[in-house]
T-cell receptor, first 111, second 115 residues
Framework: GEDVEQSLFLSVREGDSSVINCTYT??????LYWYKQEPGAGLQLLTY???NMDMKQDQRLTVLLNKKDKHLSLRIADTQTGDSAIYFC???????????WGAGTKLIIKP | EPEVTQTPSHQVTQMGQEVILRCVPI?????FYWYRQILGQKVEFLVS????????KSEIFDDQFSVERPDGSNFTLKIRSTKLEDSAMYFC?????????????FGPGTRLTVT
């Protein structure tokens, strides 16, 4: 079945760029997402990319998609303490929109 | 900005009891979903709902579970005869129409603890 994998932790210094990586197995994925979960809060839709795109930029966020390698990344420029959260990668298809989730990467910001 | 809301934030119930988890989706959204996250595990899809009927359901969503849109604003998940393994965070989500159904917006979740 479909699977989405992420590393569990990433530690970066404040002001540096963070790059969170994700791999997925389903080549028929149409939409790939990044969600953010802050402590005690819900799942916030950060950004998404269509499978026919290579890159999407939204202010400090850059999403890169390598469809051949089934690899998705989220780059956060100038990482701030407010970026501390768990970042989830997810995918869905056009046919049913069920989100298939990664385990989440906890982003730790060092001063 | 409109948000999905869920009540209660935390529900404690005894094994074998029935619980109803409530969600108020974003007002002009027509697609609704339930997901759950057991502690230490990935978020899992349970069910999607559109036009007053279930669109898709996962293997987890068996006869123990049911969903309902009892009025124009609420969307509920009923779990009958709860088991210890039903303890999890339950998330409701909703999606707009107009070609943006792939955008799912989530509520803060209800933590269900079965004792």
């Amino acid at each position: 079945g479909e699977d989405v994998e992420q590393s569990l932790f990433l530690s970066v210094r404040e002001g540096d760029s963070s790059v969170i990586n994700c791999t997925y197995t389903d080549s028929s994925s149409t939409y790939l997402y990044w969600y953010k979960q802050e402590p005690g809060a819900g799942l916030q839709l950060l950004t998404y990319i269509f499978s026919n795109m290579d890159m999407k930029q939204d202010q400090r966020l850059t999403v890169l998609l390598n469809k051949k390698d089934k690899h998705l990344s989220l780059r956060i420029a100038d990482t701030q303490t407010g970026d501390s959260a768990i970042y989830f990668c997810a995918e869905s298809m056009d046919s049913n929109y069920q989100l298939i989730w990664g385990a989440g990467t906890k982003l730790i910001i060092k001063p | 900005e409109p948000e999905v809301t869920q009540t209660p934030s935390h529900q404690v119930t005894q094994m074998g009891q029935e619980v109803i988890l409530r969600c108020v989706p974003i007002s002009n959204h027509l697609y609704f979903y339930w997901y759950r996250q057991i502690l230490g595990q990935k978020v899992e899809f349970l069910v999607s709902f559109y036009n007053n009927e279930i669109s898709e359901k996962s293997e987890i969503f068996d006869d123990q579970f049911s969903v309902e849109r009892p009025d124009g604003s609420n969307f509920t998940l009923k779990i009958r005869s709860t088991k210890l393994e039903d303890s999890a965070m339950y998330f409701c989500a909703s999606s707009p129409t107009g070609g943006r159904t792939y955008e799912q917006y989530f509520g803060p979740g209800t933590r269900l603890t079965v004792t």
